[in-house]
């Protein structure tokens, strides 16, 4: 085919090159380049207007000789191709990556088993010395095993043949949610605090339970518990995220939320906090388990409380240690006049949480402190009636019980409280609320009007000596059933020595057979059914009345009775 000769580009044209300009024009991407030159030269041809031109301007744009670029137009008519032809390589294959997951990913090893099949296979070959087999193809070398690991499989699938799932999910990319107005979302979810704290003498980790608003990162509600928290801690919070007010914790930070995202915990998914939020139309949503970055919010605020709070604190387990032992993750165990009480820590917990929502600039809200972000949203809040709070937000076992002159009777205890003394009939129908586990008090109300008489207190309750003699005599008897159980394993766990080579070990402990004797003497004096004699006291003649069953027959030999013959 011949080609037309175009004259010199115009520079003013924009389609050649400018002869007298210094700065070269930008190079594309050599792939990308070529073969979105070769399809528009293929074009051009195709309708007779290819010229040397066209293929210069190519060359220069791409960085290619001329020659290059009419090789790739050759091969692009003959070969059908407009890329690079693709070099045969080794690949992974499905039974490669099962044997790398087998191994944890231990390239080495799997090489090392690859070549043990293929010297198997190759004596094999040689016993047989079948004329016209084919010898068996070598294993790639552990250099080109690494190379194709590293081109067929991406870090998050390198990373979870050794780490598996939860190693794999840290190369995932995760979009983050559009951004809503105040109250139209809401995360919960449990914080177990790295914080040694002393309650009652002993050392705890507290839990805190909070709310927060996905919109403005402004915290709703919180509860903080010595303990693992359960359905009690969420509606607490959950009270003091609906409730809002000007001499409140949270100020005007609250009202009635448009959802509330949540994960799959039990407590979470309870018919309790379900009812609580369903008598105000609140749906819950809840999340996959163990997908925190589905309520990235909650899970947020989670690390900057411990980075930005716990981490300074007295009593901080995840401070970095100078100890060289294995698995060492605490600084050293804080001495327990070191460490802050339980209500010092609550009080410190609330005053960050206000200075969370108060003072704390957000890069995600523009510079602004959570607080500025909620009250410069005009979206209207919808708040609730507080005593509606204490009837919704407490559980009820759908009683109706009598109120009687000794009280209110609850799980088989009486409850009075100083509003019953001439403001209550003996007799009236109630129905009591508490919180989960809250046994120490109750709240009544009218079983008929729904109306709230009243907070009621556990009647004859047990004093704080009396609570502390209790626990102590329970904790002796945990220490010396643990001493128990560790004495009887230490008996009869058998030892054995070690061994250097593939035989069955021996049994360690010498015992003679006197021993074994006064062993199994003793174990006989101690067993009730040894020491049982039944034939002691002959059994009396049963009554007249019993049905006695009857006894057997005798027979004349083994052939059939004669009874069976008449």
């Known amino acids: 085919m011949t080609h037309r000769s175009i004259p010199p580009e115009n520079p003013a044209s924009g389609i050649g090159l400018d002869a007298g300009s210094e700065t070269p024009p930008p190079v594309v991407p050599r792939l990308l380049g070529r073969q979105q030159a070769v399809t528009r030269l293929l ?4 309708r007779g207007e290819l010229t040397t031109g066209h293929a210069r301007l190519v060359a220069s744009s791409t960085a290619v000789s001329l020659r290059t670029v009419w090789r790739w ?27 790398l997951t087998r191994w944890c990913g231990n390239a080495a ?22 004329e016209g087999s084919e010898v068996p193809a070598p294993p790639p070398s552990l250099a080109t095993l690494h190379r194709a690991i590293r081109l067929d ?6 990373a979870a043949l050794a780490g598996g799932e939860r190693a794999r999910r840290r190369h995932d ?4 949610r559009p951004r809503q107005w105040r109250n139209a979302c809401w995360e919960a979810d449990h914080k177990h605090i790295p914080v040694e704290v002393l309650l009652d003498s002993q050392r705890v980790f507290p839990w805190v339970t909070w709310f927060i608003d996905c919109a403005t990162k402004a915290i709703t509600g919180a509860a903080i518990t010595p303990h693992q928290p359960s359905r009690d801690a969420i509606l607490a919070a959950l009270r003091m995220a609906l409730q809002r007010g000007e001499n409140d914790a949270f100020g005007p930070i609250g009202g009635l939320p448009g959802l509330v995202r949540i994960d799959r915990g039990s407590d979470f998914l309870s018919h309790t906090v379900a009812q609580a939020l369903g008598a105000f139309a609140v749906p819950i949503q809840d999340l996959p388990a163990y997908r925190p970055e589905l309520k990235g919010t909650v899970e947020n605020l989670n690390r900057c409380a411990q980075r930005m709070f716990f981490a300074a604190l007295p009593g901080y387990t995840h401070a970095p240690t100078a100890s060289v032992r294995p698995g060492t993750t605490r600084g050293g165990r804080v001495p327990a006049g070191e460490l802050m009480q339980f209500p010092t820590f609550v009080e410190q917990l609330m005053e960050w949480i206000t200075w969370w929502n108060t003072e704390h600039f957000s890069q995600a809200l523009g510079g602004r402190t959570p607080l500025e972000a909620w009250q410069q949203d005009p979206t209207p809040i919808h708040d609730v009636d507080r005593s509606l709070l204490w009837a919704f937000t407490l559980e009820d076992d759908g009683r109706i019980r009598t109120l009687t002159t000794s009280g209110v009777r609850f799980n088989n205890r009486y409850y009075v409280g100083e509003w019953m003394t001439g403001g209550a009939d003996a007799g009236t129908k109630v129905r009591v609320r508490c919180l989960p586990h809250h046994d120490h008090e109750i709240e009544v109300f009218d079983a008929v009007t ?20 209790l626990r102590r005599s329970k904790d002796a008897e945990k220490r010396r059933l643990a001493r128990a159980l560790a004495q009887a394993s230490r008996r009869t766990r058998p030892k054995y020595a070690a061994v250097t080579r593939a035989e069955q070990p021996k049994r360690l402990g010498a015992l003679t057979s006197a021993e074994a004797d006064q062993a199994l003497t003793a174990a006989h004096l101690t067993d009730a059914a040894e020491l049982a004699l039944p034939d002691l006291i002959p059994p009396t003649t049963a009554p007249s009345h019993w049905r006695t069953p009857a006894a057997p ?7 059939p009775r004669k009874e069976e013959h008449q």
Do not use: M, W, Y
């Open 173 to 176: 990319v995760h979009l983050r």
């Open 109 to 130: 090893a799997v090489h090392r088993e690859l070549l043990a099949e293929h010297a198997q296979a190759l004596a094999e070959h040689v016993l047989e010395a079948a």
């Open 553 to 559: 027959r005798p027979t004349d030999g083994p052939g």
């Open 153 to 158: 499989l991406n870090p998050g699938q390198r």
């Open 450 to 469: 729904g109306k709230h008489l009243g907070t009621a207190h556990l009647a004859d309750a047990a004093t704080d000596e009396q609570r502390r003699a």
């Open 43 to 46: 074009a051009l041809d195709e």
């Open 73 to 99: 137009l050759e091969a692009a008519r003959h070969q059908g191709r407009s890329s690079p032809r693709e070099r045969e390589r080794f690949t992974i294959t499905p039974e490669l990556h099962a044997r």
